[in-house]
């Protein structure tokens, strides 16, 4: 949009009282300034809608719902607000330490931008399925206050030339106007080296205006998150801009324990050997052993129980081992 465009847009948003567009305009406004290398004038206008927005924030009395994308966007980015803060996740040392980094730096971002240091806000979440990268995903936009997005890759990608980069920009424009944490799920259709083998000329172009649009993003605050069941079928050129990489894995012992406790209220488990229960989770993910949990749950209620035993667990993680092989022959079958 030119100038001119943004500038009547505005008025108009303005005689409509619609706020937000006219503070998403102005962010429009700062992201255009910061492509053209000018980053002081862009953070003043960002600076400006901030206070401008807090203020409206002390006046207003109900917490106001997160705005939804428009237009184009509605397609591509689906909004979540989120409902869950990272203690609701059962992570690994590790993540948890990437994930505490990720957060004081994002909390304590103006006194870094002060010394001329951008914080960590590209991530990659890599891992196998089930295993909450996507809810990690939205536990970190709960734990920092900013909505979901997630990004259809169905409506990102398509066959059409040029079309995919085109709608790449318009996320990334978002991202650079409006804070949140932006989720790139399935990640590989976009940053593989192999990928669409019927037009490589092109994936090769999405993954350069990608890699482009990551360096462009450091003057925002916004958080990417691309998660991948498949790192090794990422681009090693796009590996190296990402400032933290977190590598979820499967459940420990303990913390298959924990994701089974979490799920069991409102039942009681005073006699659980949490040994046997532990090797029939052997495998699963982490996904698997919340249904499984579930489950046993459901079947207590039904008959009419207050407690769960180790065999209500193990009946429904061996179920749980019994639809993996089904599925794995199923694949097999297929493959
Ligand atoms: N680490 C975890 N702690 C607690 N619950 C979990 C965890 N991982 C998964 N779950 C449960 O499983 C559900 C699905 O997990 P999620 O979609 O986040 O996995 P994912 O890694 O993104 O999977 P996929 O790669 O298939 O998209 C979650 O909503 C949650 O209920």
């Known amino acids: 949009m030119s100038n001119a465009k943004q500038i009547l847009a505005m008025l108009r948003s303005q005689a409509e009282g619609d706020e937000e567009q ?46 939804r994308p428009r237009g184009d966007l509605d397609n591509l980015l689906d909004l979540r607000e989120p409902q869950i803060r990272l203690a609701d996740a059962v992570l690994n040392r590790s993540v948890k330490d990437h994930l505490e980094t990720v957060v004081v730096q994002q909390r304590r971002r103006d006194w870094l931008r002060e010394h001329g240091k951008t914080p960590s806000r590209r991530l990659l979440f890599a891992g196998p399925p089930g295993s909450g990268k996507t809810m990690t995903a939205e536990a970190l936009a709960g734990e920092l206050h ?13 066959r059409f030339m040029g079309e995919t ?23 590989d259709a976009v940053g593989s080296n192999r990928l669409a083998t019927n037009d490589v000329a092109e994936m090769r172009r999405v993954l350069n205006s990608f890699l482009q649009f990551m360096e462009e993003t450091s003057a925002t605050d916004s958080v990417l998150v691309a998660a991948t069941n498949h790192p090794s079928l990422l681009d090693r050129a796009l ?15 303990d913390e298959v324990r924990a994701i089974i ?3 069991l209220s409102p039942m009681k488990y005073p006699k659980i050997n949490w040994k046997t229960v532990v090797a029939a989770a052997a495998c699963l993910s982490q996904a698997e052993i919340v249904h499984a949990a579930e489950e046993a749950v459901k079947a207590a209620i039904l008959s009419e129980r207050n407690q769960i035993s180790t065999a209500d667990l193990t009946r429904e993680l061996r179920k749980r081992q019994a639809m993996r092989t089904v599925f794995s022959e199923e694949q097999g079958h297929i493959g």
Do not use: N
């Not at 900013?146 to 398509?158: A, G, K, N, Y």
């Not at 990334?172 to 790139?184: I, N, P, S």
């Open 146 to 158: 900013l909505p979901l997005f997630v990004i259809r890759l169905e409506s990102l990608i398509t």
């Open 22 to 67: 006219f503070f998403s305009i102005a962010l429009q406004v700062a992201a255009g300034e910061a492509r053209q290398g000018h980053r002081a004038t862009a953070e003043e206008i960002r600076a400006a809608v901030d206070a401008a927005r807090s203020q409206r924030g002390t006046r207003a009395s109900v917490p106001i719902a997160f705005s």
């Open 261 to 263: 406790k979490a799920h």
């Open 165 to 187: 980069a085109a709608k790449l920009r318009l996320v990334f424009d978002e991202a650079q106007k409006r804070r949140g944490v932006y989720l790139f799920d399935e990640f």
């Open 239 to 253: 590996l190296r801009r990402f400032d933290e990489v977190l590598q979820f894995e499967m459940p420990s012992a």
